[in-house]
């Protein structure tokens, strides 16, 4: 049996199942006494924390969780985003005012930013967008497109 366990030494390395928990998500039989352990003072700093990131995420606290709303937000999908990041391009035209400052300025570079990004998402995204989302960003990038254009030229 010392011979075996040489061999196996000699080949290179074991593989160990380490994992605190099971594919189901409950903690496994042998890992159960060490749950009160782990809270005791003078347990390693180093344990504690594989420990701690081992275990499956819990549920997300209502006002924790970007997904949840208060009444006043916009949803976070693609169509906001984009409108976001354009209504962000019309601020560096002078389309319209900083809600900042309340001032009209002209970025011109900003505003190429902006539409640039815009033109990468569509690049990006081309086939996996719905008919709706695809006609928004085309739209979006025509008209500032046009602007920034008119814009550059006085």
Do not use: C, W
């Amino acid at each position: 049996m010392a011979e075996r366990e040489e061999e196996e030494k000699s080949r290179g390395f074991k593989v160990e199942d380490r994992r605190r928990f099971s594919a189901e998500g409950e903690l496994k039989p042998e890992h159960q006494g060490q749950e009160a352990k782990a809270a005791e003072p003078g347990e390693g700093r180093q344990q504690a924390a594989s420990e701690h990131t081992e275990r499956p995420p819990a549920a997300p606290h209502p006002a924790s969780d970007p997904g949840h709303r208060s009444g006043s937000e916009p949803e976070i999908n693609f169509t906001t985003f984009v409108v976001s990041l354009s209504t962000q391009a019309l601020m560096h035209l002078g389309e319209i005012p900083d809600p900042a400052t309340n001032q009209r300025t002209h970025d011109l570079a900003a505003a190429q930013h902006m539409i640039d990004i815009l033109g990468m998402l569509q690049n990006k995204t081309r086939g996996n967008l719905d008919p709706d989302e695809e006609g928004l960003l085309r739209s979006i990038l025509f008209d500032l497109r046009m602007k920034y254009v008119e814009t550059a030229r006085h």
